[in-house]
Nanobody, 123 residues
Framework: QVLLVESGGGLVQAGGSLRLSCAAS????????MAWFRQAPGKERDIVAA???????YYADSVKGRFIISRDNAKNTMYLRMNTLKPEDTAVYYC?????????????????WGQGTQVTVSS
């Protein structure tokens, strides 16, 4: 069992920034990839960004140039720096984990999930 705990969500004005963190613990086995997904009310859970064990990133088109994903393997922690936030970024953000070096871009490719953290961007 892998436990994922997100932190860093909150309320921010449009144009502002937030940094999310996701700490993994339990039976993690290297290598593993991680990702951030988000889900707005009434919508599907979509990929935001993903990162391989080696640090190769993937970004959804909607966040390219604004969000930066990173990880610290020594701390089993992943981060998402969100800049120039827009009201349409409002959602619950979920951390996800999958074994292996390569990341996936759909939710079914991830075996473990965090509880989610709310991000609200006001206009």
């Amino acid at each position: 069992q892998v436990l994922l705990v997100e932190s860093g969500g909150g309320l921010v004005q449009a144009g502002g920034s937030l940094r999310l963190s996701c700490a993994a613990s339990g039976r993690t086995s290297t290598p593993y990839a991680m990702a951030w997904f988000r889900q707005a009310p009434g919508k599907e859970r979509d990929i935001v960004a993903a990162i391989s064990w080696g640090g190769s990133p993937y970004y959804a088109d909607s966040v390219k140039g604004r969000f930066i994903i990173s990880r610290d393997n020594a701390k089993n922690t992943m981060y998402l720096r969100m800049n120039t936030l827009k009201p349409e970024d409002t959602a619950v953000y979920y951390c996800a984990y999958r074994g292996g070096d390569g990341f996936g871009v759909v939710s079914m490719e991830y075996a473990y999930w965090g509880q989610g953290t709310q991000v609200t961007v006001s206009s």
